[in-house]
C-alpha cells in the first residue's frame, strides 16, 4: 500500500517537484485475550497473518490450535486463545526497522530446530529468485520480502517495510493455511539475524534461506540448535554456514 506525497526531484541539471509513492507506515495494535500485547510499526495489509505469526513467532501459543479467533479491525487485531489466562508479554512498541526492539531471551532456551526434511540446492535458489522477483515488482529496496516455500510449493510470500514484519505475516499466512512448517524452509531478503534465528526456531521452521548474509550470533545459534543457515544465495552460488545436513545437490 503506497500513498502519494509531494518532493523535489533533483539530477546534475535542474531540481523540480514531483509526486513519490511512499510505502504506508501505520502502528498495528495486537490485542491477546483483551489485552494490549504490543503495538508494532507495519504496513497495513495481511494483519490477520502477521498476528497469527507473530503469537507463534513470540512463542505467545506453544502450538497453532491454541489460537481461537482472530479479529481485524482497522488496525486493532484482536486474539482469542484457548486459554484466555495465560500471562503474555508486557505490552511494548516494535518500531518499523528489522527487530526495532528484539524480545530479550537467554537464547540457551531455544528450542532446537525440528528434524525437517532435505531440500535441494536448485530448489533453493529457485525460491531466492521468486522472493526477488516480488520485489522488482513492488521497486528494489521500498518493501522488504519474506516467503515460506516447501519442497515442491510456494506456500505463501508476504511484504512490509521491515523484515521481521514480514517473516511474520508469511509464517501466520502458512500457519492459516494449516502447513506443517517443519517441513518447510523460510527464505527472507535480508541479514539472516538472530531475531530471525529466534522466530523461526519458535515456529519450527529448520531452514532459513537470504541473499544477504548471516550474523555471527545468528551463525553461533544455529550451529547450537541444529538449524541449516543459507546466505549470500545467487544464481551462481550459496554459502551454507551451518546444517549442511538438509542440503543436496548442485545449483
Known amino acids: 500500500m503506497y ?3 509531494r518532493c523535489i526531484k533533483i539530477n546534475s541539471d535542474e531540481s523540480a517537484e514531483t509526486q513519490q509513492d511512499l510505502v504506508v507506515e501505520v502502528p498495528v ?3 491477546v485475550n483483551g489485552r494490549q500485547a504490543v503495538t508494532a510499526m507495519a504496513s497495513p495489509e495481511m494483519l490477520k497473518e ?7 513467532t513470540e512463542s505467545v501459543v506453544n502450538n497453532p490450535d491454541e489460537i481461537e479467533s482472530v479479529q481485524v479491525d482497522g488496525t486493532k487485531v ?3 486463545t484457548l ?3 495465560k500471562i ?3 505490552k511494548k512498541t516494535v518500531l518499523s526497522g528489522c527487530g526495532g526492539t528484539a524480545t530479550v531471551i537467554d537464547y540457551s532456551r531455544l528450542p532446537f530446530a ?3 526434511r532435505i531440500f535441494g540446492a536448485k530448489r533453493i535458489q529457485d525460491a531466492v529468485s521468486e522472493i526477488k522477483l516480488s520485489e522488482e515488482k513492488k521497486g528494489a529496496g521500498e518493501i522488504q520480502y519474506a516467503g515460506i516455500f516447501s519442497a515442491s510449493d510456494t506456500i505463501a510470500i508476504a511484504g512490509d517495510i521491515g523484515r521481521d514484519n514480514a517473516l511474520d505475516k508469511s509464517i501466520g499466512a502458512a500457519v492459516l493455511k494449516k502447513t506443517p512448517l517443519n517441513e518447510c524452509f523460510a527464505v ?8 530471525i534465528v529466534r522466530k523461526c526456531l519458535y515456529a519450527q521452521i529448520p531452514v532459513i534461506v537470504s541473499r544477504g548474509a548471516a550474523t555471527s550470533l545468528a551463525y553461533d545459534i544455529g550451529l547450537e540448535r541444529d538449524m541449516t543457515l543459507l546466505g549470500l544465495v545467487s544464481a551462481s552460488k550459496m554459502i551454507l554456514y551451518t546444517g549442511g545436513h538438509r542440503i543436496v545437490g548442485q545449483m
Open 88 to 90: 503474555i508479554f508486557s
Open 29 to 31: 495494535t495486537i490485542y
Open 188 to 195: 527472507i531478503s535480508g541479514r539472516i539475524s538472530s531475531e
Open 83 to 85: 486459554n484466555p489466562r
Open 3 to 5: 500513498n502519494k506525497r
Open 50 to 56: 502477521y498476528a497469527t505469526g507473530f503469537l507463534v
Open 114 to 116: 525440528p528434524k525437517g
Open 78 to 80: 484482536s486474539i482469542i
